[in-house]
């Protein structure tokens, strides 16, 4: 149980969104933290289950604290990217973690969002980050209606959710559950709770080998792409023509999540994922095709991606 909690935190994350990072390498000056403190994590330190989760949190007005976090996983939530999509990097981007707390100048900022060009600059400041962008021909996947009468399969339908202020009530809803910690995160998910206009992780807690689900509310087919990019470790492409929101859920085998937990800096042991590997949920492609009426085409194509020049460790303060 502990460890499908685990994964869902992981996915809770939220870490970034495709096609975002097009600032990457622009000339502006960039707005700056006010204060700035960057540590090494301390090994040692644990809060139960959830003890060595990579957290970026908000700390009161403008203010933003990260722990155990690894450069690789911070360059990724600043810019937006996948894992897929950054190249290079020093050897101790993963292994080496640190804890960041830093405030922003008064009245510049309205929410987290706010805070990522800062933390940019943090990152070139204190880290020597140097990177650059490419273009790259890699493995993409289109999203496609499986069945040839463009029928949608029995799990998603039209929502009824008014999702116009979608964004700003996702991120207070995210900053209100870091605020409440992994207890809070736990209480919603084991309760089952949907949360209007956002997408979730579903899980069965009498019965953790049921398989891990996510619940979508009030999502257009670009929210489902993005979900499936992150998860599928490719860029995947709308080619549904499906216009409008959309109430789904989709439940599969956890092992394909699984395979994602070392690109956030979590390695478990392989006797914490034994109870996974006998799911009697499918394949994610299968459970695609079956419950939401959707396939996945592979296809090759263009993709942005970052590259790391250069990083220094930085001196603690």
Known sequence: MKTLLVVCVAVALGIGHTNAFAQATTAAAPVRFEVASVKPSDPNASSGVFGSIPAMRPQGAGGIAVSNMP???LVRMAYGVQDFQL???????MSSKFDITAKAPEGTTKGTQDLLPMMKALLAERFR???????????????MIARSDGKLGPDIK???SDCSNAAADAQKRAEELAKGGGSALLSMLAK??????MIMPAINPSNPTAGFGLRGNGQAMSGLTQLLTQVTGRIVHDK??????YDFELRFDPQVLMAMLPQLGLNLPANATANLTSSDSPALLTAL??????KLDSQKGPVEVLVIDSAELPQPD
């Open 71 to 73: 450069l690789r996983l």
């Open 87 to 93: 190249v290079g990097g020093p050897s101790w981007q």
């Open 129 to 143: 980050l140097k990177m650059h962008t490419e273009t790259r021909e890699l493995p993409t996947y289109a999203l």
């Open 158 to 160: 039209p929502s009824s």
């Open 192 to 197: 089952g709770e949907t949360i209007p206009c």
């Open 240 to 245: 549904t023509g499906l216009t409008g929101l």
């Open 289 to 294: 095709q079956e419950q939401l009426g959707l």
